[in-house]
């Protein structure tokens, strides 16, 4: 695939790529920027739910990546540059030297995700997760555990920032999601499609280790801090992870780890 040089960082093919932290605030109308090698091999391998839109390369780093090069459509533009018009382009120093420009898959519905899922499936369900870190560490707990989808409802931040996007090594990419949901609603779906829905808070009676494991379960994690609503644990099981030394709760992320574990493992 030929490569498109770029000598300037005004040059209006890479307009999408430009002042990155600027527009990652501002949104991009269903594009996200993808940032960094291990990343890009996810956005173009077969498990991707999303499409590579362009890509924007150090030109040191083409040769390296010519495997992934030759995954994308052919009419894919491959950009490369050198490392000062890439700062320039960016904003600031990108060391890794690689970025990509990607559409984010159609929306979802609840119902539909929820329809085809197993009677053993396992979701994530984030209330009111607004860190960005904590965000790719949800997602990347629910890839490597096998969980079945990611729900978010309508006060979480948005997965596809390029920050979540590195923290979950990517899998925000590959995994069934529906976003934008309320809460109470979201509930009262998983509950009549056969889901036992939890809620992670450490003020519960129930120990994780006494739940028992198969059928379909949702994992209701909410915010470090304040944690999930009195309503929201009102309309679910309330379970807890027991702890020592005075401490009363975990990162969301390794709370979510830790109760993926005990409800995806077998035996």
């Given at each position: 695939m030929a490569v498109i040089r770029i000598d300037h960082p005004d040059d209006p093919r890479i307009a999408g790529f430009r002042d990155i932290r600027e527009r990652d605030l501002t949104g991009r109308q269903g594009l996200f920027v993808a940032e960094g090698e291990v990343v890009l091999n996810v956005l173009t391998s077969p498990q991707s739910l999303c499409r590579p839109v362009a890509l924007l390369l150090d030109q040191k780093r083409v040769e390296g990546l010519a495997g992934v090069i030759a995954r994308l459509d052919p009419d894919t533009p491959v950009h490369v540059a050198d490392?000062?018009?890439?700062?320039?382009?960016?904003?600031?120093?990108?060391?890794?030297?690689?970025?990509?420009?990607?559409?984010?898959?159609?929306?979802?519905?609840?119902?539909?995700?929820?329809?085809?899922?197993?009677?053993?499936?396992?979701?994530?369900?984030?209330?009111?997760?607004?860190?960005?870190?904590?965000?790719?560490?949800?997602?990347?707990?629910?890839?490597?555990?096998?969980?079945?989808?990611?729900?978010?409802?309508?006060?979480?931040?948005?997965?596809?920032?390029?920050?979540?996007?590195?923290?979950?090594?990517?899998?925000?990419?590959?995994?069934?999601?529906?976003?934008?949901?309320?809460?109470?609603?979201?509930?009262?779906?998983?509950?009549?499609?056969?889901?036992?829905?939890?809620?992670?808070?450490?003020?519960?009676?129930?120990?994780?280790?006494?739940?028992?494991?198969?059928?379909?379960?949702?994992?209701?994690?909410?915010?470090?801090?304040?944690?999930?609503?009195?309503?929201?644990?009102?309309?679910?099981?309330p379970v807890g992870i027991p702890m020592s030394g005075g401490f009363d709760s975990l990162n969301v992320s390794v709370a979510s780890g830790i109760a993926l574990h005990h409800f995806t493992r077998q035996g």
């Open positions: 490392q000062p018009i890439l700062d320039a382009i960016a904003g600031f120093h990108l060391h890794r030297g690689i970025l990509a420009l990607g559409r984010k898959p159609g929306p979802a519905t609840l119902e539909a995700l929820l329809a085809p899922l197993g009677p053993d499936a396992v979701v994530v369900v984030a209330c009111g997760i607004g860190n960005h870190d904590n965000m790719g560490g949800l997602f990347r707990n629910a890839a490597a555990f096998g969980a079945a989808a990611m729900l978010l409802d309508q006060t979480c931040c948005d997965p596809f920032y390029r920050k979540a996007i590195r923290v979950s090594v990517g899998a925000v990419l590959r995994t069934p999601m529906v976003v934008g949901l309320e809460a109470l609603e979201m509930i009262d779906g998983l509950q009549q499609t056969g889901f036992t829905v939890i809620a992670l808070t450490p003020g519960a009676e129930t120990p994780l280790e006494r739940m028992p494991r198969g059928g379909r379960v949702a994992l209701i994690l909410g915010p470090e801090g304040p944690g999930l609503s009195p309503d929201v644990i009102a309309r679910c099981r």
